[in-house]
């Protein structure tokens, strides 16, 4: 497999992955004792490692959650504990959930492996977010930890190269989130108000997006070779049926 079609066959399970344990219970709960909502967990636990900037800031950053969403959040968090530690507290939860759910996989050390060495390779050019948590200490020890810290970070590179992708067509963020498959209950669910654009002029736009998306990302996996490429991607669908099956 070449390194785009990697990208591309990778991408569905990254996504899905990489974001699994913030809908655990246990997640939840970490933020009950922190003492902010799920809400604000979410928001800050992403955008945390960028250290204490403004909203606007982390509105940029995140780019598809609509601002005044992000900063309901955010502010709300702040008031009552640093991001820092609310990203710390989330990559925790993230090792956590990897012990528990991912360490039973077939081959899951050389399923992390591969998935570390396509973080280390990846650009983190015009990604703060990305950037910011790969300069995080690990606190992944054991093979599924270290899937799941790695597929957050995998994840965070597919958004900001999404991002990226996204505004060069000419779109809004709010205009790739209409155009995406959940639509309208998307744009609500990331915190954009009505009314809405028309969505048919946005889905040539979108489908270029993700090309481009997908070759942004390319670089990271073209280290694994052809071979260790498709393995990843076999890999991958197995952990993601593992999960959702």
């Known amino acids: 497999m070449t390194p785009e079609q990697v990208a591309t066959a990778s991408k569905p399970a990254v996504l899905a992955l990489g974001e699994a344990y913030n809908r655990c219970p246990t997640t939840l709960r970490r933020a009950r004792l922190l003492g902010i909502s799920g809400w604000a967990f979410y928001i800050t636990g992403r955008a945390g490692a960028l250290g ?19 900063a309901d959040g955010w502010d709300a968090a702040a008031r009552t504990v640093r991001p820092s530690e609310v990203a710390a507290a989330s990559l925790a939860e993230c090792c956590r959930w990897g012990e528990d759910r991912l360490a039973a996989l077939p081959r899951v050390d050389l399923l992390a492996a591969l998935v570390e060495r396509a973080v280390a390779a990846a650009d ?7 950037a910011a948590w790969r300069a995080m200490p690990s606190l992944a020890r054991t093979p599924g930890a ?25 779109m809004t963020p709010l205009e790739a989130v209409l155009a995406g ?8 669910a990331c915190g954009w108000p ?15 997006a993700e090309a481009v998306t997908d070759r942004l990302v ?27 099956g």
């Open 52 to 70: 204490d900037v403004r909203a606007e800031t982390v509105a940029a950053a995140l780019g598809f959650i609509a601002p005044d969403a992000v």
């Open 181 to 188: 498959p959940e639509g309208e209950s998307g744009a609500v």
């Open 124 to 130: 983190a050019s015009g990604m703060p977010l990305f």
């Open 146 to 170: 270290r899937v799941a810290a790695g597929l957050r970070l995998l994840r965070e590179h597919f958004t900001g190269a999404h991002l990226v992708a996204v505004r060069a067509s000419g």
């Open 218 to 244: 390319a670089p990271a996996f073209a280290v694994l070779g052809p071979a260790d490429g498709a393995e990843l991607v076999e890999l991958l669908a197995a952990a993601r049926a593992h999960i959702e």
């Open 194 to 208: 009505p009314p809405y654009p028309p969505v048919g002029p946005l889905v040539r736009r979108r489908l270029w």
